[in-house]
């Protein structure tokens, strides 16, 4: 078993930051890939970004510039670090992983607002 745990987001106005942390535990063995991805009330999910081990990065284009991802291995566990956030940006957050299976995080909303 595979567990993800998420922590990092809440309430924050425009223009400001937060960091979202996702870290794995259980039966975790080689990661392929981890990443983020959004979901908007009425809306798809959509990938923010994902690293790749060999740390080859993916942003979505409404997030670069803006988001930053990265990851320590040590300790299994991905960050998403969002500056200047926008009203768009709310919505809740998913970390992923793929280990050759799929595993999600169980999401943690993120809302900006004044």
């Known amino acids: 078993q595979v567990q993800l745990v998420e922590s990092g987001g809440g309430l924050v106005q425009p223009g400001g930051s937060l960091r979202l942390s996702c870290a794995a535990s259980?039966?975790?063995?080689?990661?392929?890939?981890m990443g983020w991805y959004r979901q908007a009330p009425g809306k798809q999910r959509e990938l923010v970004a994902t690293?790749?081990?060999?740390?080859?990065?993916n942003y979505a284009d409404s997030v670069k510039g803006r988001f930053t991802i990265s990851r320590e291995n040590a300790k299994n566990t991905v960050y998403l670090q969002m500056n200047s956030l926008k009203p768009e940006d709310t919505a809740v957050y998913y970390c992923?992983?793929?280990?050759?299976?799929?595993?999600w995080g169980q999401g943690t909303q993120v809302t900006v607002s004044s």
């Open positions: 992923y992983f793929n280990m050759g299976n799929d595993y």
């Open positions: 259980g039966s975790v063995f080689r990661i392929y890939v």
């Open positions: 690293i790749t081990t060999g740390g080859r990065i």
